[in-house]
């Protein structure tokens, strides 16, 4: 996904290398979770329930058959890109409070209106984030305020976003929560904040559409 917003340039960052610190949980230890984050399981229902809002979104955006299957096909690592966006929205998070950094919903509906009179209303808006970074309408307000969250944390460490000084910072938050993946899912790089693909050829993602698919 390619960003054309500072405030979505969190959520689109894309990680290819491993870094050495990597963790990754076994179903043995947490039964039906997707993920551990700070001693608090993503379920494998809460994902897939993030993941068909998307994919409901997406269908009521593209009535067409044919136009909703390139759809599926352009975003089949929707499940891990999900789950990789549930993970490090609570990285940020912690890191932004220990930073001291908090987000009003005052602040967050303000972003908002502004972005709704760039799009050309809440729907413009609306499609606009599903398109371009997989956010479901209802999540939303969710996502501007995290996006918030990272910019002023960037402020607060006089920084911005795109400099190893932020990322360290989520780096230490991720130490701090402990983040466990399932291997099914990959597993997160401490040092990156990000999720990484679990090299065995075995791992399939199952779509919302029922389709197995190798990950990309």
Request: hydrophobic share 40%; net charge positive; glycine share 6%.
């Amino acid at each position: 996904m390619h960003r054309r917003r500072r405030t979505a340039l969190v959520l689109s960052a894309a990680i290819a290398a491993a870094a050495p610190l990597l963790t990754a949980c076994g179903n043995g230890a947490h039964p039906g979770a997707a993920a551990v984050v700070g001693g608090q399981r993503i379920s494998v229902a809460q994902l897939q329930n993030r993941v068909d809002e998307v994919r409901q979104a997406q269908r009521a955006a593209v009535p067409d058959k044919a136009q909703y299957q390139q759809v599926l096909t352009s975003t089949s690592t929707l499940t891990r890109d999900t789950l990789h966006n549930m993970v490090l929205d609570q990285v940020l998070h912690r890191a932004a409070q220990d930073a001291g950094v908090s987000v009003s919903r005052k602040e967050t509906q303000q972003l908002r209106a502004r972005l709704e009179q760039q799009a050309g209303g809440a729907g413009g808006l609306e499609t606009a984030w599903l398109q371009k970074y997989g956010i479901a309408p209802q999540r939303l307000d969710d996502n501007l305020r995290i996006q918030l969250e990272a910019q002023k944390l960037a402020a607060r460490l006089g920084t911005d976003t795109s400099q190893p000084a932020f990322w360290k910072a989520l780096s230490t938050a991720s130490q701090e929560l402990h983040v466990d993946l399932n291997p099914r899912y990959g597993a997160w790089d401490v040092q990156k904040s990000s999720r990484v693909d679990a090299k065995t050829p075995w791992v399939r993602e199952v779509t919302a559409t029922g389709t197995q698919q190798q990950p990309a």
